[in-house]
Structure formats: C-alpha cells, structure tokens
C-alpha cells in the first residue's frame, strides 16, 4: 500500500527548531518531486519547499527561504525539512506530498503540480 507519513511536529517558541520528516511506504521516492506544503486555519493551503528527488534540486517560498532546507535521505527513503527560526506565523499542518517526474514538470512549479500521494499531516505550532 502506499502511503507518505509524516512527523516530528509540535510546539515550539519562536526561534526555535524543527524537524519534520516524510516517510514514503510501498514505493521509492527516487525520481519523485516531494513537496511540503502547510494549511494554517482560515488559510489556503501554501507551497513550502520542493525536492526533485533525481537530481537533489530545490525550491523554496520567499516566506520560508534562508531559514528551512528541504533534504532527501535515500536509504532511509525519507524527505526531512529543517525548520529554523520559526515564527508564529508558521504555525499550520504541514504535510508532504509526492508526484512522480515528468519531463514537462518544472522545479520551479512545483507547488502547484498535481500531486499523487498525500500523508496525513503533522502540525507545528510556534507559540511562546
């Protein structure tokens, strides 16, 4: 069965550190966009950062860039995203997503391609 699950959410000050991670089962994340994205209340749903999983390239939201990276571990056939100095305002659900890669799908688009597999979300709130 396939599914993406992710973890490592929870309260944190602001300033402070996460680190999330996707774990993708019954099937490998090679040649695979991964992206996370997040859904505060009341707000759409927002692209945080993209991998594409062939070639290790990345994309980042001007919201979160300089302060997260987005990483693969293939034997573990996992995508983490360090979360550095966070702010209250990125408290959401964050959840990860995978797609697999067409030569018409771009890095630079990949928020808002049309993802295969969803996991279920973890939330992350930053709070003092």
């Known amino acids: 069965q396939v599914q993406l699950a992710e973890s490592g959410g929870g309260l944190v000050q602001p300033g402070g550190s996460l680190k999330l991670s996707c774990a993708a089962s019954?099937?490998?994340?090679?040649?695979?966009?991964i992206g996370w994205f997040r859904q505060a209340p009341g707000k759409e749903r927002e692209g945080v950062s993209c991998?594409?999983?062939?070639?290790?390239?990345?994309n980042y939201a001007d919201s979160v860039k300089g302060r997260f990276i987005i990483s693969r571990d293939s034997a573990k056939n996992t995508v983490s995203l360090q979360m550095n100095s966070l702010k209250p305002e990125d408290t959401a659900v964050y959840y990860c997503?995978?797609?697999?890669?067409?030569?018409?799908?771009?890095?630079?688009?990949?928020?808002?391609?049309?993802?295969?597999?969803w996991g279920q979300g973890t939330q992350v709130t930053v709070s003092s």
């Open positions: 991998i594409k999983s062939s070639d290790g390239s990345t």
């Open positions: 019954g099937f490998r994340l090679d040649h695979y966009f």
């Open positions: 997503a995978a797609l697999r890669e067409r030569t018409y799908y771009e890095l630079r688009d990949c928020t808002i391609l049309p993802y295969e597999y």
